[in-house]
């Protein structure tokens, strides 16, 4: 996975970047823009962040996820977790899953969100006032020099010839590249008075990382089973549950009208996302047919949306349409004037791309659509559907 709502038009602000209560009323995408919005479900999320000139959205929208999962479970609203510390733990887990693959695997930034729950298990979690993986607290996040470095000790390794490989050498450079450009992992820390290791860190927020799964949605594995997602970025090959397209839209629903948030690996270079213009859409005439003048039409005037199917999804993913792009957090559901779901989406981009304070709206016909994988609590997922899985909830 590699500004500002208004209450009308051009009246008061009512924005998503801190965390809210669930409110009723109109909303719009941008200024100018007829779409009109009634709030039906709004979950607490922390402010935005921005991944900067990273790959890392899975580490963003993951830990905006359990930041959301703290404010559910009463723990407060105050948490800012560091998704530099995730990052630096895992890269050496890749480049140790790239040699052993003798460099046949994912290499990049791009991970997904089992990597964020695979290194909260094995290492624990920080706050990002112990470990901002930035060395100039005021300059935006940059991994391109870091990338590089990571990119060529793997590859010497995997490439070698002589089969001298010295893999715990190689693991160890690996995190001192890390180290040397996000900062040196703390091993213990005091915060807010008190000590903590990561491990211990992680146990006191009281997140169990073994009640999170991940579902999707596809035909060429068995409904009701676990599969490992064909996507680059699945690099540890971890296994998601399966479910058809309507039981995934349910759960969805549930997860949000229940009081849960969502995290969301989707497809996001469709035409019809328009993260500018605050809005993510799938109109039932395709874009291909539209003039210039009709696609800025779409941006600010509601269209009917696309019925989308199983099969549909299953083309866009089989002929590379849909790809594991980006890593986002869904908080909420709203309803435009035509009675049109969206989803209200939490991205990790900053606060000044659009008018919508970094949030954008995300019609289900979109979600339904383009969705590669989602993240929940598991008793976010109705039980009869759980049973089918075989989740103990």
């Known amino acids: 996975m590699k500004h500002i709502i208004f209450t009308s038009i ?20 941008k200024k100018g823009s007829e779409y009109k919005f009634t709030v039906v479900k709004s979950l607490d999320a922390s402010a935005v962040q921005n991944q900067g000139h990273t790959g890392t959205c899975w580490s963003f929208s993951s830990l905006s996820f359990f930041e959301s999962e703290l404010i559910r479970m009463g723990k407060g609203k105050e948490f800012n977790l560091a998704e530099m510390f995730i990052a630096c733990k895992a890269y050496p887990l890749k480049a140790d899953n790239y040699v052993r693959m003798h460099g046949r695997a994912n290499i990049g930034e791009g991970g997904g969100f089992s990597d964020v729950v695979n290194v909260m298990r094995r290492y624990g979690i920080v706050p990002e006032d112990v470990y901002s993986g930035k060395k100039d607290a005021k300059a935006e996040h940059n991994h ?3 990338e590089a470095n990571i990119k060529a000790i793997v590859g010497a390794v995997a490439n070698d010839k002589n089969n001298q490989i010295d893999f715990e050498a190689m693991h160890q450079s690996v995190e001192s590249v890390c180290e040397a450009y996000l900062g040196k992992v703390p091993e213990k820390f005091n915060y807010k008075g008190k000590e903590y290791t990561p491990k211990s860190y992680l146990e ?10 991940f579902l999707t949605s596809f035909t060429h ?3 009701y089973s676990k599969f490992t997602l064909e996507v680059p970025d699945n690099w540890n090959w971890d296994q998601m549950y399966n479910l058809p397209l309507n039981e995934f839209q349910q759960v969805m629903q549930n997860a949000i009208n229940t009081g849960y948030t969502i995290a969301w690996a989707s497809d996001v270079s469709e035409k019809g996302f328009r993260f500018k213009d605050g809005i993510a859409i799938v109109p039932e005439v395709p874009f291909s047919e539209m003039s210039e003048e009709e696609v800025t039409e779409s941006t600010i005037k509601p269209q009917p949306q696309l019925k989308i199917t199983q099969e549909m999804r299953q083309k866009a993913f089989d002929n590379y349409e849909t790809q594991d792009d980006h890593g986002m957090h869904i908080v909420g559901i709203v309803k435009d004037q035509n009675n049109t779901p969206y989803y209200i989406v939490k991205n990790s981009w900053g606060t ?3 008018e919508c304070d970094g949030y954008f709206f995300a019609s289900e016909a979109y979600v339904l659509y383009k969705t ?4 929940l609590h598991k008793k976010a997922i109705p039980s009869a559907i759980a049973k089918k899985l075989g989740i103990t909830q």
């Open 144 to 146: 391109s020099v870091l």
């Open 10 to 29: 051009a009246a008061c602000v009512i924005s998503f970047t801190h965390a809210q209560s669930a409110y009723q009323g109109p909303l719009t995408n």
């Open 221 to 223: 594995h068995p409904f």
């Open 204 to 213: 006191a927020t009281g997140i169990n990382p073994d009640d999170y799964v």
């Open 372 to 375: 590669t994988s989602i993240m």
């Open 352 to 354: 000044k791309r659009n």
